[in-house]
């Protein structure tokens, strides 16, 4: 190590990225070429009618040319399946994988298959998806079951493509916390590719542990991030500086746990303004890199946050029917 050099600046600095959701008004190649312009490592590619649409008819020839078209940019990718009404144009994330429905959930789980051998396609490090709000009438133990009957083909498809699963905690849904995902990994019997996505802003939202404490647990079964600002108590994806997270213990203790995928900035209801968002991103979360490679190597003890607010995460949160 060079004289003056941090711990945290020996290791390879994180890989963030940019999701396309929150890119909805920009063609796929310019959402693309803009991240490679703004010096983005990767991409979080949302399956939608959009860009992708995993539903349209030639989709390996489609995956084809954005496959060659994130090598000829040298960005890396995730694939997110979190798109609005792609299944249903009445259903803003409908049928999930607890419809009481089979077929409806079927179609959820053809979802997800696609989204694997699309991955697999585009040589992504992971496939993310999320288990949905449990339906009116649906008890909780049938709903897990549900959950798990679903996601069993697709962790074998998963498993067989060597392209983990990485199920994101979504505050309203039935998986909603890090105590959730060990729950659905002991129902499944800890298989192989079922991995985690960790949310820095669900963290700040409505776990126990502060965020950076959230990321030293998750460790050992994190296979994607997503990262935006939020507030306690309030499931609002908010640009940086506009919530509370105090960015750079979170991101040191990322780095510190080795992960090698993306930390892609999550804000779906700010493509109106992508661009802008994008180009501001990037440049707060090197400067809290920075920042976070010039402190204490040494972690804080474990915080417990607060309890959020009565009625949080929020009344309607973002997973839910309202726009």
């Known amino acids: 190590m060079n004289p003056g050099t941090s711990p945290l600046d020996a290791r390879r600095s994180l890989r963030f990225g940019y999701g396309t959701n929150g890119l909805a008004d920009l063609r796929l190649d310019d959402a693309l070429s803009l991240l490679a312009d703004l010096g983005y ?81 585009l040589g992504a490090h992971a496939v993310h998806c999320f288990s949905g709000i449990v339906p ?96 306690r108590g309030v499931h609002e994806h908010l640009p940086f500086g506009d919530g509370e997270i105090d960015f750079p213990p979170v991101l040191a203790a990322l780095a510190a746990t080795g992960y090698q995928g993306l930390a892609v900035v999550e804000l779906p209801r700010h493509s109106h303004a992508g661009p802008h968002y994008a180009g501001h991103s990037l440049p707060f979360l090197r400067h809290a890199e920075r920042t976070a490679a010039t402190a204490s190597p040494h972690p804080a003890p474990a915080r417990r946050q607060t309890a959020p607010p009565h009625g949080a995460p929020s009344t309607a949160p973002e997973g839910s029917s309202t726009p």
């Open 136 to 231: 009116d009438g649906t008890d909780t133990d049938t709903a897990w079951k549900r959950l798990a009957e679903s996601l069993t083909p697709v962790l074998d498809a998963a498993a067989s493509a060597g392209v983990p699963l990485a199920v994101e905690p979504e505050p309203g849904h039935l998986l909603a916390t890090l105590d959730d995902f060990h729950h659905l990994r002991r129902i499944l019997g800890d298989p192989e590719p079922l991995g985690l996505t960790l949310d820095i802003g669900h963290c700040q939202c409505l776990e126990p542990l502060s965020p950076a404490d959230c990321v030293r647990a998750a460790a050992p079964w994190l296979r994607h991030v997503q990262i935006e600002d939020m507030r």
């Open 41 to 121: 490592d990767g991409v979080g590619l949302t399956l939608d009618h959009m860009h992708l649409d995993p539903l349209a008819p030639d989709l390996a020839a489609r995956t084809r040319r954005v496959a060659h078209r994130l090598d000829a940019l040298g960005l890396g990718v995730t694939v997110e399946t979190g798109a609005r009404y792609v299944l249903d144009p009445r259903r803003k994330h409908g049928p999930s994988l607890l419809d009481p429905d089979p077929g409806d959930r079927a179609r959820r789980a053809d979802l997800l298959l696609r989204a694997v051998r699309v991955a697999t396609d």
